[in-house]
């Protein structure tokens, strides 16, 4: 089976630069999505790592380890309009690709 | 907007009914996906289908049902509903088998 773990809940304040860590047990992986969704909203698509390093779009940044199991996002110069929860999925090959989700962490970023 | 669209935006329903939601992916998208959100909780993927064919399935119940027609949108069969089938319903397209997925505003049912 998959598994993923991530904090349930970060705080920062505005203007900070917040990392929210995800690490995963699984078998077939193939790469690490990142999804933002605000509450009531759709999960918008972030970031992909299929190869180890950092990835960079704008104020935010995806990292993965393949041999850590382990992947972050990094979110700078935090505004308000970023509190939302962000989710960590594994793209995994068991036959067939599919995309596993973590629960989430809930970010909250205050004045 | 992602450019996948869902109809109903929000359903109200008895224990023991059926509902059916709709999905209609992005222009040129070949793969529909369907999740299942409940309270507080991550995204459980349903069933995958690709141009016409199912291709995955998760963890959907017996109950539940999927397909996708010719011009590729798709609809997804709730029947028997329980208390428990409440939850938000999301529709994800993508242009392969394994490309990026861009989420629909989903649909939230709520089995009374």
Known sequence: GQSLEQPSEVTAVEGAIVQINCTYQTSGFYGLSWYQQHDGGAPTFLSYNGLDGLEETGRFSSFLSRSDSYGYLLLQELQMKDSASYFCAVRVDTGFQKLVFGTGTRLLVSP | ?112
């Open chain 2, 1 to 112: 907007d992602s450019g996948v669209t869902q109809t109903p935006k929000h359903l109200i329903t008895a224990t023991g009914q059926r509902v059916t939601l709709r999905c209609s992916p992005r222009s040129g998208d070949l793969s529909v996906y369907w999740y299942q959100q409940s309270l507080d909780q991550g995204l459980q993927f349903l069933i995958q289908y690709y141009n016409g064919e199912e291709r995955a399935k998760g963890n959907i119940l017996e109950r539940f049902s999927a397909q996708q027609f010719p011009d590729l949108h798709s609809e997804l069969n709730l029947s028997s509903l329980e208390l428990g089938d409440s939850a938000l319903y999301f529709c994800a397209s993508s242009a392969g088998l394994t490309d990026t997925q861009y989420f629909g505003p989903g649909t939230r049912l709520t089995v009374l």
